[in-house]
C-alpha cells in the first residue's frame, strides 16, 4: 500500500529539509528545493506557480520593515548611540561590585527597544564592554555569556524583526505582537539580574567609587537622544501615529539624523559601509521569506497542520500540555536551525494547530520567538554565542561555559510563561 500524496509531502518536507541542511545547503535554497519536491509529489508541478511564490515572499508591505530596522540597528552603533547608553548606565550602576555586569544588562534592555536585532545589539556589546570587563579582571567566559545572554532580549521587545517576520507569515497582528514583548522582555532583563547577583558570589571583583552625580547627568544628557528614540518608536505605534511598517522608517531616519548631525560620528564613508552592511543582511533575509513562501504554499496545500492535528489526537484538548509540547520541540528545532528560519518553516504548521486547541494567536507569536530566540545562545548552532566568541576572540567552549547559568533562567522564565500565559496575555490586553 503506497503514500498518499499528502504523507509523500510530509515526508519529502522534513526528511528532505534535514537532509538539505545535513550537506550544508544554505536554508534558502533548501527551502525552495523541499517546496518544489512537495510540489511535484502533490501533482501540482508549475515553475511558473514556484516563482509567482518567490516573488510573493517579498511583495510584503509589513516586510519593508525590516530592512529598515536593520539599517536602523547599523545606524545606532556606526553613530555612536549605542555607545551613548552603554556610558549612561555605567555612569550609574558601573561602581557596584559586578558593576559591568548590570551595566551590560541596562544597556541590553535599552538597545533592544531600538533595534530589534540580536546579533546587532550583542555585537555592540561585546565589542564595548568586553574589554573594559577584561581590564577589570572579569572573568571572560562568564562575561561573554552575559552579553550573549542580554543579546536575545532584542527579538523580544519590541520593535522586533523576528516579530515583524512572524506576522507576515502567520498573517498575525504585529502591534499586539509588539505589546506582547514588553512584559516578557523586562522579565527577561530581571531574571538576568537574578543569575548574575548569583554569578557574583563565585566572582572576587572589587567595588569601585560612584561617580559625581554631575557626572551621572552629563552621561544621562550626552544620551538623551539615544533615550528619546524607543518612546517615538513605541508611543507612535502606540497612539496609532504610525504602523510599525512606518515605525521602522521613522527609526532608520531618526538614527540617521542623530548620527550625522547631532552626535556628528558618521561620515560619507561611513555611512556607504552601513548601507552595505544592511544590504546584505537584508538580501539574506528576504532570501529566506522567499523561499519559505514556497514550502508554505506547498504546506497548506498538504493540509499538514491538519494532518499533524490528527495525529496530536486528545493533546488538542490540553492546551498547556499541547503548549509544553511544542515548546519542547521548538527547544531541539531552535539547536539546529537559527530565529528566522525556524519561524518562517514551523510557525505556519504549528500555529493552526494551537489556535485549534484555544491558544491565543499573539501569545503563541510570542512563546514561539522566545524560544527561537533562546536558540540563539544554545549550540551547536548559537548564531549569538559565535559573535561574542568572535569579537572576544574566545573559544566557542569558552562561551557556552559561560552562558550555561543564563540559558538555566531563560528556559525557566519559558516555563513560567507556558504554566501562566495569563503574564504574557493581561498586559496586551490592558495596552490594547
Known amino acids: 500500500m503506497g503514500l498518499s500524496n499528502e504523507a509523500l509531502a510530509f515526508v519529502i518536507f522534513s526528511v528532505g529539509m534535514l537532509a538539505l541542511m545535513g550537506i550544508g545547503m544554505p536554508m534558502a535554497f533548501a527551502l525552495v528545493l523541499t517546496g518544489a519536491g512537495m510540489a511535484w509529489a502533490l501533482d501540482f508541478w508549475d515553475t511558473q506557480l514556484l516563482a509567482q511564490n518567490l516573488v510573493a515572499g517579498v511583495d510584503s508591505f509589513p516586510l519593508l520593515a525590516v530592512p529598515f530596522f536593520i539599517l536602523a540597528g547599523e545606524l545606532m552603533n556606526a553613530g555612536g548611540i549605542s ?37 546587532a545589539d550583542t555585537a555592540a556589546l561585546a565589542t564595548i564592554l568586553l574589554p573594559m570587563m577584561q581590564r577589570h579582571g572579569y572573568p571572560m567566559h562568564t562575561s561573554a555569556g552575559l552579553i550573549a545572554s542580554g543579546g536575545i532580549i532584542a527579538p523580544i521587545i519590541p520593535p522586533s524583526m523576528p516579530f515583524v517576520i512572524y506576522g507576515v507569515t502567520t498573517n498575525t497582528s504585529i502591534s499586539a505582537l509588539f505589546l506582547s514583548g514588553i512584559v516578557p522582555g523586562l522579565i527577561m532583563g530581571v531574571g538576568l539580574v537574578v543569575a548574575w547577583k548569583l554569578q557574583l558570589r563565585k566572582i572576587d571583583l572589587p567595588q569601585g567609587e560612584p561617580l559625581p552625580m554631575r557626572e551621572r547627568l552629563r552621561a544621562t544628557v550626552k544620551a538623551f537622544w539615544a533615550l528619546l528614540m524607543p518612546l517615538i518608536i513605541i508611543g507612535g505605534m502606540k497612539s496609532g501615529l504610525f504602523t510599525p511598517t512606518e515605525a521602522a522608517v521613522v527609526a532608520a531616519v531618526y538614527a540617521l539624523v542623530v548620527a550625522f548631525f547631532v552626535h556628528r560620528e558618521l561620515s560619507l564613508a561611513g555611512f556607504h559601509e552601513v548601507l552595505v552592511r544592511a544590504a546584505k543582511t537584508t538580501a539574506v533575509v528576504m532570501f ?37 509540547v511544542m515548546m ?3 527547544v531541539v528545532i531552535g539547536t539546529a536551525l537559527d530565529l528566522t528560519p525556524t519561524i518562517l518553516i514551523f510557525a505556519p504548521v504549528m500555529l493552526p494547530i494551537a489556535v485549534k486547541a484555544g491558544i491565543d494567536p499573539v501569545y503563541f507569536g510570542l512563546m514561539f520567538v522566545l524560544n527561537g530566540a533562546i536558540g540563539l545562545i544554545t549550540p551547536p548552532v548559537g548564531t549569538v554565542l559565535n559573535v561574542v566568541a568572535g569579537v572576544g576572540r574566545l573559544s566557542m567552549h569558552q562561551v557556552i561555559k559561560g552562558v550555561n547559568p543564563f540559558l538555566i533562567t531563560y528556559v525557566l522564565i519559558l516555563t513560567l510563561f507556558t504554566l501562566f500565559p495569563q503574564i504574557v496575555i493581561a498586559p496586551v490586553a490592558w495596552m490594547r
Open 83 to 119: 555607545r551613548r547608553i552603554i556610558t549612561m548606565a555605567q555612569a550609574w550602576v558601573g561602581h557596584i561590585r559586578g558593576g559591568l555586569g548590570f551595566v551590560a544588562i541596562g544597556a541590553a534592555v535599552l538597545m533592544a527597544s531600538m533595534s530589534g536585532s540580536a546579533l
Open 288 to 324: 529566506l521569506c522567499a523561499g519559505a513562501q514556497v514550502a508554505s504554499y506547498m504546506i497548506t496545500l498538504a493540509d499538514l497542520p491538519g494532518v499533524l492535528t490528527g495525529w496530536l489526537g486528545a493533546l488538542v484538548e490540553s492546551p498547556r500540555l499541547l503548549m509544553a
Open 328 to 330: 519542547i520541540a521548538l
